[in-house]
């Protein structure tokens, strides 16, 4: 199904809202097509393509608040569907944190959609997929990977006169990759709006390096080690991080940026004084939605300045009972770096530990902010500015914000699950166990 133009959501949306009885309504019009192929053991496995259309109607009665979705969009079934959440609000309970919604907002215009890949057919998907299969096979090695792209686009209206309209296109590839004998392990992946960014072939040669090299692994001791962790690791945790900025638990005592016996962090140095993060939907190379989904604008908002913490995000009702603006949690964030290459920041370091990426990564402790996962696919002992040899996985327990006081040297922000993320060397990074798995 195509992408609605901008006219024709709002056609659909102002008729809805035409048919509304309630006291406020919102409406979010969804839709677009999206793509796959998944191999493994270097052989295509499934592969497929979907189109969608739905749209979601919130009717509020006082503080009483229904929903329904419909993906039929005649008159009578437009309208049915309005009954049906105005039905469903009289049928709730009060919601006591309610807060009227928006009324018309200015947003920022993100350059997220890209004609070549809204435009990707089986046949491309074929073409990226068989470059990473050549190289595997060429290399005699065994590999499973998935690769996905879509075209989008969201529009969102309410009574009260607000109205939003956005296009996105994306493309994500990874691949793992495994040694003969089950003793090496490789990953890499990729993900771009462009998908001529999209390099299959060199990815692929990244993760077969890594599978080959990370054969018949060493076990080294747990305890406090130098560590360079790719941009796929350490945008885990630092992702961890910027979702629990939250102003409401930091003033409730229930966060990193909350403090004992009251008040909040704000404004305090937190980090090394080289951290800066920021998120900006405008951004040319993560751009992203410019609108919540309660309808506010997401605009440029610095999260940490040279370490120090300059914001945290306020949902609406939040933002009504402290007097604030309401901020939503952005969708993606830049984290500056520096301007060496992974590679020089291997050169630099004079023992360490090489880490690939991070996975079953799970809470321990919000006040402190303590996660503990595991290593994986890929993890080497670096000797006087050189990587000796691949080491066992380590179960790791640490805290980004700790981490992030251990910062020795920061490289060049790479893009990474819709994030701009640096390679960084970390002192004293805590692996607390070994783990058998590759």
Do not use: C
Not at 204 to 231: C, F, H, N, R, W
Not at 292 to 306: I, L
């Amino acid at each position: 199904m195509a992408i609605l133009s901008e006219q024709d959501a709002r056609k659909i949306i102002d008729k809805v809202l035409s048919y509304s009885r309630a006291d406020e309504m919102k409406v979010e019009l969804t839709g677009g097509r999206s793509g796959n192929i998944r191999f493994a053991r270097n052989s295509v496995s499934t592969a497929g393509a979907s189109n969608n259309l739905s749209l979601s109607i919130t009717s509020v009665l006082g503080k009483k608040t229904g929903t329904s979705d419909i993906n039929e969009f005649d008159d009578a079934s437009l309208e049915k569907a309005v009954r049906r959440a105005e039905e469903m609000a009289r049928l709730a309970p009060e919601n006591p944190e309610y807060v009227p919604m928006p009324g018309p907002q200015t947003y920022a215009k993100p350059q997220a959609f890209v004609e070549t890949t809204a435009n990707m057919k089986a046949p491309d998907r074929a073409r990226l997929a068989g470059a990473s299969i050549r190289s595997i096979m060429t290399s005699q090695l065994s590999g499973a990977g998935f690769l996905e792209d879509s075209a989008t686009f969201n529009a969102i209206g309410n009574s009260r006169g607000l109205f939003g309209y956005h296009q996105s296109t994306d493309v994500n590839f990874s691949l793992t990759i495994r040694t003969p004998d089950g003793t090496g392990s490789g990953y890499a992946a990729g993900d771009f709006n462009d998908v001529s960014k999209l390099d299959t072939g060199a990815l692929t040669d990244i993760a077969i390096q890594k599978a080959k090299a990370s054969q018949k692994a060493v076990a080294l001791e747990p305890g406090k080690y130098t560590v360079i962790l790719e941009p796929l690791a350490a945008g885990e945790l630092i992702q961890f991080m910027i979702r629990a900025m939250d102003a409401r638990t930091a003033d409730e005592g229930r966060s990193f940026l909350g403090k004992k016996g009251g008040g909040t962090r704000l404004g305090e140095k937190l980090l090394d004084e080289r951290v800066t993060i920021y998120s900006d939907p405008a951004n040319a190379q993560i751009p992203g939605s410019p609108f919540s989904p309660e309808g506010y604008a997401h605009q440029k908002v610095v999260w940490f300045d040279k370490g120090v913490v300059k914001n945290m995000s306020y949902s609406p009702y939040w933002a009504q009972q402290k007097g604030a603006k309401p901020l939503p949690q952005p969708s993606g964030f830049v984290m500056e770096g520096g301007t060496q290459s992974l590679a020089e920041l291997i050169k630099g370091t004079e023992k360490g530990i090489l880490v690939t990426r991070f996975w079953y990564t799970r809470w321990l402790d919000p006040q402190t902010l303590l996660y503990t996962g595991l290593t994986r696919d890929g993890t080497f002992y670096i000797d006087n500015g050189q990587i000796k040899h691949p080491v066992k996985n380590f179960r790791f327990n640490e805290s980004p914000v700790i981490m992030l006081n251990n910062l020795e040297a920061l490289g060049r922000p790479v893009r990474t699950r819709g994030n701009l993320v640096p390679p960084m060397r970390i002192r004293d990074f805590t692996f607390s166990s070994l783990s058998d798995a590759v």
